[in-house]
């Protein structure tokens, strides 16, 4: 007990935190494999660009049925960012960039568009990090929607 102590000590000391590892995922099973690839490429497009430095940070995606199947993928109705009900998308990624909803086939939590993912993850990495710089320009042209 006195040895996991001082462990804990020393390592808040030197600026470690004891137990932490990789930041919660939480991911609908159905889309799982999907969220990791997408998170892992959204990632990878933020190291290459160079203009942002981000770390991990937490995430939850969930799942929403789509109401509208329109210019290939399933939409909803978008309620997040104070818009009026109004706005129909695939995908919305919270202001603090910790959440994402995805729409899906409403006959069975299929059809979730990775394009849409990819795209939303790139909003997660930027805005979990701080940088809430909308579609930056430094983006155009690597993830679709990104204009």
């Given at each position: 007990?006195r040895?996991?102590?001082?462990?804990?000590?020393?390592?808040?000391?030197?600026?470690?935190?004891?137990?932490?590892?990789?930041?919660?995922?939480?991911?609908?099973?159905?889309i799982?494999?999907?969220?990791?690839?997408?998170?892992?490429?959204?990632?990878?497009?933020?190291?290459?660009?160079?203009?942002?430095?981000?770390?991990?940070?937490?995430?939850?995606?969930?799942?929403?049925?789509g109401?509208?199947?329109?210019?290939?993928?399933?939409?909803?109705?978008?309620?997040?960012?104070?818009?009026?009900?109004?706005?129909?998308?695939g995908?919305?990624?919270?202001?603090?960039?910790?959440?994402?909803?995805?729409?899906?086939?409403?006959?069975?939590?299929?059809?979730?568009?990775?394009?849409?993912?990819?795209?939303?993850?790139?909003?997660?990495?930027?805005?979990?990090?701080?940088?809430?710089?909308?579609?930056?320009?430094?983006?155009?042209?690597?993830?679709?929607?990104w204009?």
């Amino acid at each position: 007990m006195r040895l996991a102590l001082a462990l804990a000590v020393v390592a808040l000391a030197v600026g470690c935190e004891p137990n932490k590892g990789t930041p919660n995922r939480d991911f609908p099973p159905e889309i799982e494999g999907m969220c990791y690839r997408a998170l892992d490429e959204a990632e990878a497009i933020v190291l290459d660009v160079g203009e942002h430095e981000v770390l991990a940070k937490a995430l939850t995606v969930s799942l929403e049925e789509g109401t509208l199947y329109a210019i290939g993928f399933w939409q909803f109705v978008a309620d997040f960012w104070g818009l009026d009900g109004s706005f129909y998308a695939g995908g919305v990624t919270s202001q603090g960039g910790n959440k994402i909803v995805m729409a899906h086939n409403p006959e069975d939590r299929s059809d979730v568009n990775y394009d849409v993912l990819l795209h939303e993850m790139l909003h997660h990495w930027l805005l979990a990090n701080g940088h809430n710089v909308g579609h930056h320009p430094a983006y155009y042209g690597r993830v679709k929607g990104w204009r």
